[in-house]
């Protein structure tokens, strides 16, 4: 297959075409430096402003305010199930956790290395089906933080509210939904996300961190997971990973053109409504997720036989939709619709979805 296909896959996911277009012309030859990003000095003045550009687009896209600090750290999102609960746990020892997903469930017991982690909700029991409504969610007063994921890739449930957690800072993994909807920045005490999804390449993961929140770590903190070192050396105490920092860059500009997260926010929903819609009404497929908790970014379903799961992904296949293959703790089908995936892509997907309905049932 000589065409561009489109990728379905939960991540490392689909990039802008605009973005890997500007990448691919600049990659040997970066601005007349002679010389590719990969090969720069992260200490040069050119490599500079390449950071300095991207944390500036960063910031406006996502409306980050002057109380807080964005970073760009290494070891993806799973290095932050260690690095919210060594630096924040500290102030009662104590953390509240909402499990709704497989990710969120193993920092939870991630977490517990470090304190007492009292679970506010757990799905686990239902197959994480649902979002617990705010009635449900137990919380404590006296917890360090609370900590969710806002988008679960796995299941296909996303946080359609913003938790009320009174003063309890709110800590939230926003690795499959970043960039995508508008965020009030201002309730959280820390936002963090792999990048693989919505922003760039695998290899740079992005902490939104309000600032009075940095300097309370435990004495065990390693150096390089301590938000108070990446603040005050903004980022680069040791090399950062620049290329991946580039690209973030170019996204962000990408995303500017797209009219910001305000634009994204009306694609992404009219993606996934053509989606459930198709699969709403046919005969042959179930949803996974409930109709209250579904996400926007990855649409879950199945036809109820793995045989016929299987000759719905060959089939897409042939055609151009690959990726479609649901996570091995839930099978069937995934379709995963990040900001870089054109209507075209989700047209093309309800179409074979309707086909395919039509041809099997």
């Known amino acids: 297959m000589t065409e561009r296909v489109f990728n379905f896959a939960a991540g490392p996911s689909m990039l802008p075409e605009e973005v890997l277009q500007r990448a691919g012309s600049e990659i040997m030859n970066y601005h007349g430096t002679g010389m590719s990003v990969?090969?720069?000095?992260?200490?040069?003045?050119?490599?500079?402003?390449?950071f300095d550009h991207t944390k500036h687009q960063f910031i406006e896209m996502m409306h980050v305010p002057d109380t807080h600090e964005v970073l760009f750290m290494q070891g993806g999102g799973s290095t932050q199930f260690s690095c919210v609960p060594l630096n924040f746990i500290s102030a009662s020892g104590k953390a509240d956790y909402a499990v709704t997903g497989n990710f969120s469930g193993i920092a939870a017991k991630e977490a517990k290395k470090y304190g007492s982690i009292h679970l506010s909700y757990d799905g686990t029991q239902e197959g994480f089906t649902r979002i617990p409504s705010q009635k449900e969610l137990q919380l404590d007063p006296e917890a360090s933080y609370f900590h969710y994921c806002a988008n679960n890739t796995i299941y296909g449930t996303e946080w359609q509210y913003v938790p009320d957690t009174g003063n309890v800072p709110?800590?939230?993994?926003?690795s499959s939904d970043i960039t995508s909807r508008i965020v009030d920045i201002s309730r959280y005490a820390l936002i963090y996300a792999g990048a693989q999804k919505n922003m760039a390449p695998?290899?740079?993961t992005v902490v939104i961190i309000r600032k009075d929140?940095?300097?309370?770590?435990?004495?065990?903190?390693?150096?390089?997971?301590?938000?108070?070192?990446m603040i005050k050396k903004d980022?680069?105490?040791?090399?950062?990973?620049?290329?991946q920092i580039y690209m973030l860059g170019l996204t962000m500009d990408w995303l500017a053109?797209?009219?910001?997260?305000?634009?994204?926010?009306?694609?992404?929903?009219?993606?996934?409504?053509?989606?459930?819609?198709?699969?709403?009404?046919?005969?042959?497929?179930?949803?996974h997720a409930a109709k209250d908790s579904?996400?926007?970014?990855?649409?879950?379903?199945?036809?109820?036989?793995?045989?016929?799961d299987q000759k719905f992904v060959t089939q897409a296949a042939e055609q151009g939709l690959v990726s479609l293959k649901g996570h091995r703790l839930t099978g069937g089908m995934r379709a995963s619709i990040y900001n870089a995936m054109p209507l075209e892509g989700a047209e093309k997907l309800r179409d074979f979805i309707l086909q395919f309905d039509k041809e099997n049932r």
């Open 213 to 229: 929140m940095a300097g309370h770590e435990l004495p065990i903190t390693p150096l390089m997971m301590n938000y108070e070192t």
């Open 38 to 50: 990969m090969e720069m000095s992260h200490r040069s003045p050119m490599f500079q402003k390449i």
């Open 202 to 204: 695998a290899g740079v």
């Open 170 to 174: 709110l800590v939230c993994d926003m």
């Open 235 to 243: 980022s680069m105490y040791n090399t950062p990973p620049c290329w």
């Open 294 to 308: 579904r996400s926007d970014m990855n649409v879950t379903f199945r036809t109820g036989s793995d045989e016929l």
């Open 257 to 287: 053109s797209q009219g910001g997260v305000e634009g994204m926010e009306k694609k992404k929903h009219a993606k996934a409504q053509l989606l459930y819609d198709a699969l709403e009404n046919s005969t042959l497929f179930h949803l």
